[in-house]
């Protein structure tokens, strides 16, 4: 596609399906040499496959994992310029049925992971210079759907991450971004769709909750990631972009004002 990453080092956490692979493949597209590091450690069939990267095991839970995996990527590519915090879980439950270690699991991967990838990572960015974290962190950080206190309270503090990795690393030439997706059509919520029997119905429904008409794709998200790890966004850092089509920017109606308003809206379309 194009050259925007030529001669930089990627590392994607998670990337072996849904949002992670499309922003393995898209920054592979643009040249960078990427680094998937996901549980299987090796990619999965799903999706186009793309020539430029590879896959290594990681566990972003296991520190042992992660100083394993940064050694290994360091000694076959010899520097890291992107760091892609994407590895996430997701618990659908009440406070009540939670337990102590559904929230440690869920704030190991989704927390704790990010917290330790740039740990390890954050010292080769400073030895040459320069470096790009983008953590995908969601539009939860800032309201959030019903039994997901966990994800809610860790993706808010994902957020919190950004901010204070901005701030802390800035001196070094390294930049810290988030990405908030809003629905986006993967494995992660799928599960939530099947669920109701009448699917196409569900998916239109969900399709009217975003202004702009549709659910994202993983490559709405990668596109976003793909600016913000290139030079092209050298002055922002600290920064939660929502990536949501505005889903979050649209104050609640009651039902029946909101079904007039769409159906204006669909007499305009004629
Ligand atoms: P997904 O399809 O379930 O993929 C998650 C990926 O993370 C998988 O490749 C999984 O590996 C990997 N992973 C899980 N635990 C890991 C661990 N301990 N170490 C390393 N890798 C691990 O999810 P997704 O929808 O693409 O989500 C990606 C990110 O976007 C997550 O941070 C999620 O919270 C965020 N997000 C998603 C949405 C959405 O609507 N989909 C919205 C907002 C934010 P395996 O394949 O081996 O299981």
């Known amino acids: 596609m194009g050259n925007r990453l030529s001669g930089k080092v990627a590392v994607v956490t998670g990337g072996n399906r ?9 920054l592979a597209e643009e040249e960078a ?9 090796e990619l999965g069939t799903a999706g ?10 990681l566990d972003v839970t296991k520190e042992v994992s992660i100083r394993a995996f940064v050694d290994e990527v360091l000694q076959r590519f010899g520097r890291i310029d992107i760091l892609v915090n994407n590895a996430g879980i997701v618990i659908h439950k009440s406070i009540d049925e939670q337990t102590v270690d559904d929230w440690d699991r869920l704030m190991a991967v989704n927390l704790r992971g990010p917290f330790l990838m ?22 939860e950080g800032f309201m959030v759907n019903p039994w997901h206190t966990a994800y809610a309270a ?19 030439g ?31 429904e969900l399709g009217q909750l975003h202004p702009v008409g549709r659910i994202g794709s993983p490559k709405d998200i990668a596109n976003a990631v793909l600016w913000l790890a290139s030079d092209e966004s050298s002055f922002v850092s600290g920064e939660m972009i929502a990536v949501d089509g505005a889903r979050t920017k649209k104050i609640s109606l009651p039902a029946i004002l909101d079904e007039e308003y769409r159906a204006k809206l669909s007499k305009l379309a004629l």
């Open 174 to 204: 390294i930049r810290c971004n988030t990405v908030c997706p809003g629905w986006i059509d993967t494995d992660l919520n799928r599960s939530y769709v099947e669920m109701h029997p009448d699917r196409s119905l569900i998916e239109r």
């Open 48 to 57: 186009p496959s793309v020539e430029g990267f590879v896959c290594l095991p």
């Open 118 to 139: 740039t740990k390890y990572v954050a010292p080769e960015m400073r030895r040459t210079g320069s470096g790009a974290i983008v953590n995908i962190g969601s539009v």
């Open 154 to 172: 860790a993706k808010a503090g994902v957020h919190g991450l950004t901010l204070g990795l901005a701030v802390d690393l800035g001196p070094d």
């Open 18 to 26: 849904g949002i992670g692979r499309a922003i393995a493949e898209r």
């Open 33 to 41: 040499a990427v680094v998937v590091g996901d549980l299987l450690g």
